[in-house]
């Protein structure tokens, strides 16, 4: 049986949809945090160069991961609304825009706290730390792009286009540990070679960033049903008993 | 495992300021957007009238 995709194109459709899978992936994203974590903390050794202060990896890695792809499929919502012209694409890239910018300042955040005690110092103006900077602001100014904007297919549009110029600094932070010399360290997982780290830290690593992503999709899934239900307002569909 | 005690556990090997820093602002953050998005919910349920707005 094929499974019209397209039906959850409208929000109307999409809407209970959201809030019917909401709950399942915020649920798995706390029972994969509570592995990772009981892994991570527990389980995984002391790391020999930096004793505990490694530990912030387990998040630092995941939200850093996140902050970008998050941005990417923001960018990709948006490319879709231009070329489609659907509503609910435009809707999906702001629902995403919060919680992008929340992983990327606990990516800032908790690579200062790892920064000082292994570096000396909180903050350096690194090419990885200033493109992970400017990915923050790249969020902030896609929100308030948009909060600035009255009308809203306009702000929509505009919003968009300033997201997809600044989807150019996605690579640039990935790969900036590569192309300039960084007081960051380069990537300690990537596909073409064995990672550089125990395996037990590697897996609770993963599985954090696993939580990480089913927290996004599960907290962009409640804002857009919020965002649905404030642009939908005096819809027939939208009984006050559907209301998120 | 990899602790002998809780208290060892809490220390972090003299990095708990550190690690138990970013722990802790992760959480809070989350905890933080969960909140503000069921804030969000209530005050567009609570809204009279609702349905019949421009």
Same mark, same amino acid.
């Not at chain 1, 002391?46 to 902050?67: C, E, K, L, P």
């Not at chain 1, 200033?130 to 009255?150: K, P, V």
């Not at chain 1, 997809?164 to 996605?170: F, W």
């Given at each position: 049986?094929?499974?019209n995709? %397209?039906k959850?194109?409208?929000?109307?459709?999409?809407?209970?949809?959201a809030?019917?899978?909401?709950p %399942?992936f915020? $649920?798995?994203?706390?029972?994969?945090a509570?592995? $990772?974590?009981?892994?991570?903390l527990?389980?995984?050794p002391?790391? +020999?160069?930096q004793?505990?202060?490694?530990?912030?990896?387990?998040?630092?890695v995941?939200?850093? %991961? #996140?902050?970008?792809?998050?941005y990417?499929? #923001?960018a990709?919502w948006c490319?879709?609304g231009?070329?489609m012209n659907?509503?609910?694409? +435009?809707m999906?890239?702001?629902?995403?825009?919060?919680?992008g910018a929340?992983?990327t300042f606990?990516?800032?955040w908790t690579g $200062?706290?790892?920064g000082?005690?292994?570096w000396?110092?909180?903050?350096?103006w690194d090419?990885?730390?200033?493109?992970?900077?400017?990915?923050?602001?790249?969020?902030?100014? +896609?929100?308030?792009l948009?909060?600035?904007?009255?009308?809203?297919?306009?702000?929509?549009?505009?919003?968009?286009?300033?997201?997809?110029?600044?989807?150019?600094?996605?690579?640039?932070?990935?790969?900036?540990?590569?192309w300039w010399?960084?007081?960051?360290?380069?990537?300690?997982?990537?596909?073409?070679?064995?990672?550089?780290?125990a395996?037990?830290?590697?897996?609770?690593?993963?599985i #954090?960033?696993?939580?990480?992503?089913?927290?996004?999709?599960?907290a962009?899934?409640?804002?857009?049903?919020?965002?649905?239900?404030?642009?939908?307002?005096? $819809?027939? %569909?939208?009984?006050?008993?559907?209301l998120? | 495992m990899?602790?002998?005690? !809780?208290?060892?556990?809490?220390a972090?090997?003299g /990095?708990?300021? /550190?690690v138990?820093?970013? /722990? !802790?602002?992760?959480?809070?953050c989350?905890a933080?957007?969960?909140?503000w998005?069921?804030?969000? !919910?209530?005050? *567009?349920?609570s809204r009279p009238? *609702?349905?019949?707005?421009?």
């Amino acid at each position: 049986m094929a499974i019209n995709i %397209w039906k959850y194109a409208s929000p109307q459709t999409f809407y209970p949809l959201a809030g019917k899978l909401a709950p %399942w992936f915020l $649920a798995l994203a706390a029972v994969l945090a509570v592995v $990772a974590l009981y892994i991570g903390l527990l389980v995984a050794p002391t790391d +020999f160069q930096q004793g505990n202060a490694y530990r912030i990896i387990f998040i630092h890695v995941a939200a850093a %991961w #996140m902050s970008m792809f998050i941005y990417l499929v #923001m960018a990709f919502w948006c490319a879709v609304g231009f070329v489609m012209n659907t509503r609910l694409s +435009f809707m999906m890239a702001l629902a995403l825009a919060p919680t992008g910018a929340l992983f990327t300042f606990i990516a800032l955040w908790t690579g $200062a706290l790892w920064g000082k005690p292994t570096w000396g110092t909180w903050w350096v103006w690194d090419a990885r730390i200033t493109s992970e900077l400017i990915l923050l602001f790249l969020y902030i100014g +896609f929100l308030s792009l948009h909060a600035a904007i009255e009308d809203l297919r306009r702000a929509d549009r505009t919003a968009a286009l300033l997201a997809l110029v600044g989807a150019i600094n996605v690579p640039i932070i990935y790969y900036s540990v590569k192309w300039w010399n960084t007081l960051h360290q380069g990537a300690s997982v990537s596909l073409t070679r064995a990672p550089s780290m125990a395996s037990t830290m590697l897996v609770a690593m993963l599985i #954090m960033s696993l939580a990480a992503w089913m927290y996004a999709i599960g907290a962009s899934l409640l804002r857009v049903r919020l965002i649905i239900a404030e642009r939908e307002r005096g $819809a027939d %569909w939208l009984e006050a008993g559907a209301l998120p | 495992m990899s602790w002998n005690s !809780a208290g060892e556990f809490f220390a972090m090997g003299g /990095y708990a300021f /550190y690690v138990w820093g970013s /722990y !802790a602002v992760a959480a809070v953050c989350i905890a933080g957007e969960l909140w503000w998005l069921r804030h969000r !919910a209530r005050t *567009l349920r609570s809204r009279p009238g *609702l349905s019949r707005q421009p």
